[in-house]
Structures are given as C-alpha cells and as structure tokens.
C-alpha cells in the first residue's frame, strides 16, 4: 500500500485514517497511520502495532520467556501478526505458529506488513473455540487474545475452554490471556475466570498493563 508523504507527515500531528475495511465481526475495523506507523485499529481498540503491540512487548519482558524452549506457538487471536512480529524481532524467536483469526478481513491485511515472516505460521480462519478442538499437537506457549472491539468473547470464560487449551500445552508450557474489565460485571466476570483457572494450574501471574489491560500469565 503505498501511503503519501503528506500523510505520513500529518500522521505526526494527527491519526490519518488510511482505509476503512466493511467486516461483520469487528465494527470500524481500519487501517490508521499514527506517527508514520501503520495501525490496524477498531472504533475502541488497537488490534495491531499500537497499543495492543506495547502490551505484549511489556508482558513477554516480564516473563521468563527468554528462557524458555518455544518450538511451537498456539495463537488465539492473530490480528496482523504483532505478537508474532515481537517475538521474531525482539526475542529472535522463529518457531512454529498456529494463528487463529476469525476475521478473513483482517487476514487479507497481512500482507501491508511485510517486516514480519509468515513463513512458519499456519493461519487458520475460524471461530478459535471451535477450532481448537480440531487441533492434534501441542504447543509451549499458549496466547489468547480474543475480542470483538473492547469485548471478551464469553466462551473464554467457559470452563471447558480453559480444559481444552490444557490439554493442548506440553508440561512446561506457559499460557498468556489477555483482558479489560470496563465495567464492575466485567471485572467480577473476570475474577471468578481466574479462580477457575487456578483450579486446573499452579500458578497464575497477574499483570496489570496501560490502566486498561490484564495479562494472565498461566503455568
């Protein structure tokens, strides 16, 4: 996509609004420049290399991750790829991933990132809880990062669903679940989530991230 410089340079003073893309899951999905950085973003919320990127660019520090032995990566969620492009450039990281998106939309707007290798990643186009149960292999890190706009899909919260990703993470494979809480129904939904999880793992790190977001790290 080729982008002006006149935006470019008013993307420093203003986000630009680059295309609007029509998707039935994602309400005002588009592509915006903000500081000559190409963003895919909704109404509310940042899906890709805004400040959906810092979130996990300040969890996986905060992790041990470094450390760890990461041959295969389970995505749910995928975006344009930020997370992948994290741990690729930063981490050095280049093992297997399994992405899914529900949103062919977004899927198709890949390609305006090409500082990320796809090369290894499998992407999958479909609803991730019905996907997972599709999948045969297992994974050494688990990334959950599923929502329409600002909102949590409520499967996650189903106990089934935290057992199914269980059964599909090796013995020392770590789980990292992204949420917001923006009202008190939500944030109780989300504490009664994390004692649920507890029940099936050792240990549940909590991370509180830019005021808004809570990443779950699970093992």
């Known amino acids: 996509m080729k982008i002006s410089w006149l935006k470019h340079l008013l993307s420093y003073f203003f986000v630009i609004t680059v295309k609007k893309i029509p998707s039935k899951f994602s309400k005002g999905l588009c592509l915006q420049l903000e500081a000559g950085k190409l963003l895919l973003n909704t109404k ?11 979130v996990f660019e300040i969890v996986f520090n905060r992790t ?10 389970l995505l749910l969620g995928l975006g344009t790829g930020s997370v992948i492009n994290i741990l690729q450039k930063k981490y050095n990281l280049i ?3 399994t992405a899914i998106e529900i949103d062919p939309e977004i899927i198709k707007l890949i390609k305006y990132w ?21 999948l045969h292999k297992t994974y050494d890190l688990v990334i959950i990062d599923l929502f329409f706009d600002l909102q949590m899909p409520s499967e996650i919260f189903d106990k089934g669903f935290i057992s199914s990703i269980k059964k599909l993470m090796n013995n020392n494979a770590v ?14 939904l989300i504490n009664e989530f994390k004692v649920s999880v507890f029940k099936q793992f050792k ?12 990443v779950f790290e699970v093992y």
């Not at 509310?44 to 810092?54: E, T, V």
């Not at 041990?64 to 990566?73: T, Y």
């Open 44 to 54: 509310n919320a940042n899906y890709s290399y805004g400040n959906l990127h810092k």
């Open 64 to 73: 041990n991750i470094r450390n760890l032995k990461i041959e295969n990566v």
């Open 95 to 97: 093992p297997h991933f």
């Open 114 to 134: 090409d500082n990320t290798d796809f090369t290894n990643t499998e992407i999958i186009c479909g609803d991730a809880f019905n996907e997972i149960k599709k």
């Open 175 to 188: 789980m990292l679940i992204n949420s917001i809480a923006l009202s008190k129904q939500q944030k109780l």
């Open 203 to 214: 240990t549940i790190k909590t991370h509180e991230v830019l005021e808004l977001n809570t």
